[in-house]
DNA sequence: TTGTTCGGTCAACGGCTGTAGAGTCGCGGT
DNA sequence: ACCGCGACTCTACAGCCGTTGACCGAACAA
């Protein structure tokens, strides 16, 4: 093998990176309070006080290793790009999200920090997506709907697995969701819709 | 006041509702890891020690404060009633769903033991669903699509505290959602459905 | 070669947690 | 009046966790 002269930068950062991948799997698989420094340690085979020296504390570790979780606002112009532009994001969802947003969903029901970080992705989500609903006054709770819509469907396919949405294909769920979304962002309510 | 002689079997089934409440408080708020029996016993003015002698270990604990979960399945009998069945539940929920389910909801991403308790409650509503679902051979399908999408709904309002949603009335939410969930168990999808 | 920087390890501390066992005190039956 | 049972408390243990500081050895610059 021709072998190309590690230098110690490379290492270092190999480290790095390989204690950031072991991390994003160990948080994803146990959520955050669950995930102990010493198993991502174990699991890149390296000490758990390197960890620490490289991170900080386990927090910042957390920060680092979703941190690529920023999801992009999908931009569509009508309400019919609407519900493919959210289907793309839940069909890349269905095939395996990436590790980072899997570690942030397991965590947020029990961390606060990682709630937060969810609940401004998800805000971003929503605004971005509430501009290709059309022009109601409820735009903003439309999208939000649409939006938790898509969560509740990953939590339970990824998170929780929920035998009837693993047993499905990725095609024939967002064939079933598709009209549901378009009933969000297009229809108006019924004439005997309460008002509040 | 008239006390009415409280006799020492009612104290002690006085003491166990409280540390119950308090228990159930604690494991919504914070979930299952974050709950210390400490904290418990504190809220409810009594010794740790009691808490164990009382229901024997942490984990028996949270089984005591989460059995009422028992979600009943709901029975309905055609589409029609089938959205209206699933808001009804989800309009308790909006109005504040009981403080047991809260607990396992909070915690199903990070304990295994809740996630099961879940995947069960869910198994079942779906199932109760399904048969109100027009026979499609995807009827399970359609009603994990529904079930999840509730489930989605409420994390976003209950658990995240999404402003979008805490912003808007129940009726106005149901009002929305209703069209939708009628698009999953309705509509047929599109001839250029992809098949699996 | 020599000195130094730096990736990496070792051992340990302090805090918090679930849990156990012995003990205390007062109500209730006799 | 007496005694026992049971509600309740005190104290302590053992384990696990995040975090720290001293230490070692090899790669680098001079």
Do not use: C, W
Not at 16 to 45: C, H, M, P, S, Y
Not at 126 to 144: K, T
């Amino acid at each position: 093998m021709t072998s190309p002269r590690q230098t110690r930068a490379d290492r270092r950062r190999a480290t790095e990176e390989r204690i950031l991948d072991k991390a994003r799997e160990e948080f994803a698989a146990r959520g955050f309070d669950r995930t102990t420094i010493r198993a991502v340690a174990g699991a890149a085979g390296v000490d758990p006080a390197l960890v620490m020296q490289y991170f900080g504390s386990k927090r910042e570790l957390f920060g680092r290793a979703v941190q690529t979780f920023t999801a992009p606002a999908p931009e569509a112009a009508d309400a019919d790009a609407f519900a493919d532009r959210m289907l793309a994001t839940l069909g890349l969802k269905l095939g395996g999200l990436p590790e980072g947003t899997l570690a942030v969903l397991r965590s947020m029901l029990t961390d606060p920090a990682a709630a937060d970080h969810v609940r401004t992705a998800l805000g971003g989500q929503i605004a971005g997506a509430g501009a290709a609903v059309p022009a109601h006054d409820d735009r903003e709770l439309r999208a939000a709907l649409a939006v938790t819509t898509l969560l509740g469907v990953t939590i339970g396919h990824q998170l929780l697995g929920l035998p009837a949405l693993r047993e499905a294909s990725p095609d024939r769920i967002a064939a079933l969701l598709r009209p549901a979304l378009n009933a969000l962002a297009e229809a108006a309510p019924g004439p005997d819709a309460a008002g509040a």
